[in-house]
C-alpha cells in the first residue's frame, strides 16, 4: 500500500509575523521558511506506518513555488520514499485556496492510487482547516480528522483512528482507501538524520503543473488588506488586594 | 468573494521557542470550539512593544521571559475547556531556570530554605552550612556594622521600595545560583538610577560600609553574593534602553537590562547581542561586562573587550566616571573602560553600557553531532575552521555523562540521536546570509565528515524548534547539574588537544565519589568541568583542588576561562598569573577603591591587599 503525504512550506513556527507595509499579505522575503508541524506529524505517521509494514512506499507531495522543494526535501530526508511537486507561483492578491489545494490532491490520489492520504489538520500560515475534509469529499473517500492515535489493519484493509473531542476519545474505523489528517498528539516528528539526508540527495522530486493534472486552481477570492490583530494593552501590577477591587470595582466595572 | 484577513493566529509571536513549548503552544489551536475572536484575543497577549516604543517588557514581567508563554498556554486551556494533558506536561519547560532577580518572585529551591533559615538567626555569620565550597574567610574588622540610621539614610535616598530589610527577599539575594555560597546581609538596595547608585557608594565609602554589587545573581564563583554582612546593591531597578542607532547597531542601555530582553529588543531591530549564555533570560548586561562573559558566540563574535565601546561606572567613592562614548575608534590616552570589563565589581558599579551589536543575519543552521572519540572532535573543529570558515557561529562540546545529565533532568528535552550512545557529542551553528547556500554547504561539510570518520552520527535541524531543541540541551547542562545536588564547577582554558586529559584523569581520581562532566566552548578551547555530588563534602573537594589547578597551570592554562574568580578563586589567582601583576592589580585596587568597600574577599587575594 502507499501512503500520500501532502506537506506545506510555512514561515517558521518560531518566527514573529510581520505584515507587509502595503497589508497585501505576511511578510515572507527573507524570513525563515520551514515545515508546516501538523505535516512534519504526517510525515511521520506514514514512516511510523511503513515500518511497521502496514505500507510499502511513502509519497510526499506539495503545492507551491520552485523553493517548496525544500520542504519536500525535508520530508525525504526524514524518509519518505519520493516526492511530487506541483508547481505554482502564488499570487497573494489571489491565495491558493483549500479546495484548489483538495483538487490537486485528488488529481494525485488518483494517479498514485494510494491507501491512505495522510495531511496535516490545519497549517499555521492561514489555519483554514479545510483541505483534509474536502478531499475526502472529492474523493469520497471516509475521513479520521484530527487523528491522535492510527492503526491500520492491512488483511482487512480498515484503519481504526482515535480522534479528541470535547470530554474524550472518540475511536472510529474507516474502510480504506481514507483520509487523515494528524491532530498534534498523534506522534513525536524525527529529525533529519545525516545519513538520511545523504540518502534523500538520489531521491526523484517529480515536477509536474496544475495544468499537468488537468486541475484548474483559479481563486475566487481575493484578498482586501492584512492586518495584525489588535494589541493587548500591558498589565499592571498592584500592590496590594485593595488596590486591586478598588481597580474592579471603578474601572473594570466587574464589581 | 473578499475577505478581509487577519493574521493566523495559530502561531505564538515570541522568539526562542523551545520544542516542547512550541507543542505546548500548538495545542492550544484545537480549532474545535474556539471562537477566532477570542483566538486572536489571546494571542495578543505574548506581543513584546507597546505601540509607541520599543521598551522591553518592564522588569516584573521582564524576569518571567519566554515563561510568559505558559501562562498563556494556560489561558488557552482554561478558555477552550480543552481535554489537553500535554498542555500541563509541557507547561512549566521554562520555569526551569533558577532565580530570576532575587527580590521579585518566589524560588523555589533549597537554598532559599536554608538562606532563610540563616538569616533568622542574626548571630550566624557566614556558617557554610552548603559544605566546604570555601574555606572560611574572617570577616574585616575595619568595615562598620549596618546600623539603623544607615537604614534611614538609604531610604531617604532610595525610598522605602528601594531598601529592602524583607527577610525573605534578602535571604534570596544572599545566595548563589547553585546555593553553594551563602552570605548574611542584612539589606538589600535597589537604587533606580546612577545618581542613587553614586549616593549610596558615596555613604558606604565614607561610613565603611562593605558593598556587593549584585545583577543577575547567575555568577558561577560566588562573587555576586555577600561573603558576610555587606550591603547588596542590585541593579535590577536600572533596566531602561537608551538609545539604538540602528545604522551602526549600538545600543546604549542602563546596565540593569537582561541580557535576554536585550535580544528580543535588538533582533526587533534587525541585530543580535553579541554574546548569549545559558543565563540569559536573568543575567543582566552590567553583570555580563562586570564578568567579562564569554558565552556562546565568543566563537564569532569575539571577547566583550571588544564589543563594549564605552561603559558609565560608579567608583567607591561615589564619583561617576562617564566612559560612555559610541565610538569604534578612540585613542585617547589608557582606555579606562577595560578595567572595569571582568573586574567582578571589585573596582566599580557599572551603571551604563553602550556596547555594538552584530547585524542580524537571516539563516541560521544548527547541527547536533556524535563523535566516537575525543580525537576525533578536535579534528572536526579544525575541519569546521577550514570548510565552514566564514560562517561558523558556535562549536560546543559536551560528553556522554552530559548527554545523560540533560536527559534526566531538564524536562521536554529528547536525545536527537537516540539510538546509540556515543562518547562524545558536538553541536556547530552556522549563520550566514544566504539560507540556500549556508544549508548546503552545511550539509556538505556534514556528509565529508562523516565519510572521513569524524562524525559517527548526526542531525540537523529542519526548522527552529528543532534547533532550540538542540541548543536546550547544550544550554541546559549547568541547570541539569544543579538538580543532582552538589556541583563543582571549574572553568578552564587549556590548549585544545590536552582539553580534555583533566576530565579522564578527575574521574579517575574520583572513581566512585561522584560524577564528573566535561563539555564547553571547544572552538575558544574552554573547558567547563563539572563535579557532581549529591552533597558537597570535604572528601571530595580535598580529591579536587589544588590538583585541578596545579594541573592547569602546568598545562599553562588559565584557571578561570569566562566565569572569573569571585570569593571561590581569590586565592587562586597566582595559578594563571605572575606575582607582579598580582601586585599591580592590587595597586589599582587600592588606588581606585582605598577604603576597599566594593566586593571585598573576592577576586584578588587577601595578602596581595
Ligand atoms: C546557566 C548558566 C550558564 C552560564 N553560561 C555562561 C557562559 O556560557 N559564559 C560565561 O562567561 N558565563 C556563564 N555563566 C556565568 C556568568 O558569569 C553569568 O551568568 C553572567 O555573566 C553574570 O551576570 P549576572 O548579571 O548574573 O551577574 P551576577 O552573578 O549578579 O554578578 C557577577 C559578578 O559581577 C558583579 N556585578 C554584577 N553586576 C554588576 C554591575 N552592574 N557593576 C559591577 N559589578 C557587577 C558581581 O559583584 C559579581 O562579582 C553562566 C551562568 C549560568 C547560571
Redesign the interface.
Known amino acids: 500500500m502507499k501512503i500520500l503525504v501532502a506537506v506545506k512550506r510555512v514561515v517558521d513556527y518560531a518566527v514573529k509575523v510581520r505584515v507587509r507595509p502595503d497589508r497585501t499579505a505576511v511578510d515572507t522575503a527573507s524570513v525563515k521558511m520551514s515545515m508546516n508541524p501538523f505535516c512534519e506529524i504526517a510525515v511521520e505517521e506514514a514512516l511510523r506506518l511503513r515500518e511497521a509494514g502496514a505500507s510499502a512506499e511513502v509519497i510526499a507531495a506539495t503545492v507551491g513555488p520552485a523553493q517548496a522543494a525544500d520542504t519536500l526535501r525535508t520530508a525525504l530526508a526524514m524518509g519518505a520514499d519520493r516526492a511530487v511537486h506541483v508547481l505554482h507561483d502564488p499570487d497573494p492578491a489571489r491565495p491558493l485556496l483549500p479546495l484548489a489545494v483538495a483538487k490537486v490532491l485528488r488529481a494525485l490520489a488518483l494517479q498514485e492510487n494510494p491507501g491512505l492520504v495522510i495531511l496535516g489538520k490545519q497549517a499555521i500560515d492561514d489555519d483554514c482547516n479545510q483541505t483534509g475534509q474536502m478531499l475526502a469529499a472529492l474523493l469520497n473517500w471516509p475521513q479520521g480528522t484530527f487523528a491522535s492515535k492510527v492503526i491500520i489493519d492491512k488483511d482487512k484493509q480498515k484503519a481504526t483512528v482515535e480522534r479528541e473531542v470535547d470530554g474524550g476519545t472518540e475511536t472510529i474505523c474507516l474502510d480504506l482507501p481514507a483520509v487523515i489528517t494528524t491532530d498534534l498528539r498523534l506522534n513525536q516528528p524525527r529529525y533529519a538524520t545525516l545519513p538520511n539526508i545523504m540518502k534523500a540527495k538520489s531521491k526523484v522530486i517529480t515536477k509536474v503543473t496544475p495544468a499537468d493534472l488537468n486541475v484548474d486552481i483559479r481563486s475566487d477570492m481575493e484578498v482586501v488588506q492584512v492586518d495584525e490583530p489588535p494589541k493587548r494593552k500591558a498589565g499592571v501590577i498592584l500592590s496590594s488586594v485593595h488596590e486591586l477591587l478598588d481597580k474592579l470595582k471603578n474601572e473594570a466595572r466587574v464589581l | 468573494?473578499?475577505?478581509?484577513?487577519?493574521?493566523?493566529?495559530?502561531?505564538t509571536?515570541?522568539?526562542?521557542?523551545r520544542e516542547p513549548l512550541?507543542?505546548a503552544g500548538?495545542?492550544a489551536?484545537?480549532?474545535?470550539?474556539a471562537p477566532p475572536h477570542a483566538r486572536?484575543?489571546d494571542?495578543?497577549?505574548t506581543?513584546f512593544s507597546?505601540?509607541g516604543g520599543h521598551r522591553p517588557?518592564?522588569l516584573?514581567?521582564a524576569s518571567v521571559g519566554s515563561r510568559t508563554i505558559s501562562s498563556d498556554v494556560g489561558m488557552s486551556l482554561t478558555q477552550y475547556?480543552s481535554?489537553?494533558h500535554?498542555l500541563t506536561l509541557h507547561k512549566r519547560f521554562y520555569q526551569t531556570l533558577r532565580p530570576q532577580h532575587p527580590y521579585c518572585g518566589p524560588r523555589a529551591s533549597i537554598a532559599t530554605i536554608e538562606a532563610h533559615h540563616s538569616v533568622n538567626d542574626p548571630s550566624e555569620v557566614q556558617r557554610r552550612t552548603f559544605g566546604s565550597a570555601a574555606k572560611s574567610i574572617q570577616r574585616n574588622p575595619a568595615y562598620s556594622v549596618l546600623n539603623s540610621e544607615d537604614v534611614s539614610y538609604f531610604k531617604s535616598i532610595l525610598g522605602d521600595n528601594g531598601v529592602i530589610q524583607d527577610k525573605d527577599r534578602v535571604a534570596v539575594a544572599n545566595v548563589d545560583w547553585m546555593g553553594k555560597y551563602k552570605g548574611a546581609s542584612q539589606l538589600l538596595l535597589l537604587p533606580k538610577s546612577t545618581n542613587e547608585v553614586s549616593k549610596v557608594l558615596a555613604y558606604c565609602d565614607s561610613r565603611r560600609l562593605a558593598v556587593v554589587p549584585q545583577g543577575g545573581n547567575t555568577g558561577l564563583v560566588g562573587g555576586s553574593v555577600p561573603v558576610h554582612d555587606e550591603v547588596i546593591v542590585n541593579l535590577g531597578g536600572m533596566d531602561k534602553i537608551i538609545s539604538f542607532d540602528n545604522v551602526n547597531g549600538i545600543l546604549t542601555c542602563e546596565a540593569g537590562c537582561v541580557l535576554e530582553n536585550l535580544s528580543t529588543f535588538v533582533e526587533n531591530e534587525g541585530f543580535i547581542m553579541p554574546l548569549d549564555l545559558g543565563a540569559k533570560g536573568s543575567c543582566q548586561i552590567g553583570g555580563n561586562i562586570s564578568t567579562n562573559a564569554g558565552g556562546l558566540r565568543f566563537i564569532r563574535y569575539g571577547s566583550l573587550h571588544g564589543n563594549v565601546l564605552g561603559l558609565e561606572v560608579v567608583l567607591a567613592n561615589g564619583t561617576v566616571l562617564d566612559m560612555l562614548t559610541t565610538l569604534r575608534k578612540d585613542n585617547t590616552g589608557y582606555d579606562l573602560k577595560h578595567l572595569f570589563v571582568g573586574s567582578e565589581g571589585s573596582l566599580g558599579i557599572v551603571t551604563k553600557v553602550s556596547i555594538l551589536t552584530p547585524a542580524k543575519l537571516?539563516?541560521?543552521n544548527v547541527a547536533?553531532?556524535s563523535c566516537n572519540d575525543y580525537m576525533s572532535c578536535q579534528k572536526l573543529l579544525l575541519a569546521a575552521r577550514r570548510g565552514l570558515g566564514e560562517i561558523i557561529s558556535a562549536f560546543e562540546f559536551m560528553d556522554r555523562q552530559c548527554i545523560d545529565l540533560a536527559m534526566a533532568h531538564l524536562e521536554g528535552v529528547?536525545n536527537?540521536?537516540p539510538f546509540s550512545p556515543y562518547k562524545f557529542y558536538v553541536l556547530i551553528e552556522t549563520t550566514g546570509s544566504d539560507?540556500?547556500y549556508d544549508k548546503a554547504k552545511l550539509?556538505a561539510f556534514?556528509?565529508r565528515s562523516?565519510e572521513d570518520g569524524l562524525?559517527a552520527?548526526?542531525?540537523?535541524?529542519?526548522?527552529?524548534?528543532?534547533a532550540?531543541n538542540f541548543w536546550r540541551i547544550r544550554e541546559g547542562i549547568s541547570e541539569a547539574s544543579v538538580k543532582v545536588g552538589a556541583v563543582y564547577k571549574y572553568d578552564l582554558s587549556i590548549p585544545v588537544e590536552k582539553l580534555y586529559d583533566i576530565v579522564e584523569e578527575m574521574r579517575s581520581r574520583l572513581g566512585d565519589m561522584a560524577e564528573v562532566l566535561g563539555y564547553g566552548h571547544l572552538g575558544d578551547g574552554n573547558l567547563h568541568l563539572n563535579i557532581l555530588s549529591s552533597k558537597y563534602s570535604d572528601n571530595i573537594l580535598a580529591q579536587i583542588e589544588p590538583f585541578v589547578y596545579e594541573w592547569t597551570a602546568g598545562h599553562r592554562g588559565s584557571i578561570s576561562a569566562e566565569h572569573g574568580l569571585g570569593q571561590m578563586k581569590a586565592e587562586k589567582i597566582h595559578y594563571s598569573k605572575s606575582p607582579e601583576a598580582v601586585q599591580l592589580m592590587a595597586s589599582i585596587k587600592k588606588l581606585v577603591d582605598p577604603n576597599s568597600i566594593l566586593n571585598p574577599y573576592k577576586v584578588l587575594p587577601q595578602s596581595a591587599l
Open positions: 468573494m473578499a475577505i478581509l484577513s487577519l493574521l493566523s493566529s495559530s502561531r509571536r515570541l522568539s526562542g521557542l512550541r507543542q500548538l495545542s489551536l484545537l480549532t474545535r470550539g486572536a484575543a494571542h495578543g497577549s506581543e507597546s505601540p517588557p518592564p516584573h514581567w475547556g481535554t489537553n500535554a537571516p539563516s541560521t547536533f553531532l529528547h536527537p540521536l539560507e540556500s550539509e556534514l556528509l562523516m562524525v552520527d548526526g542531525v540537523i535541524a529542519q526548522d527552529i524548534s528543532q532550540s
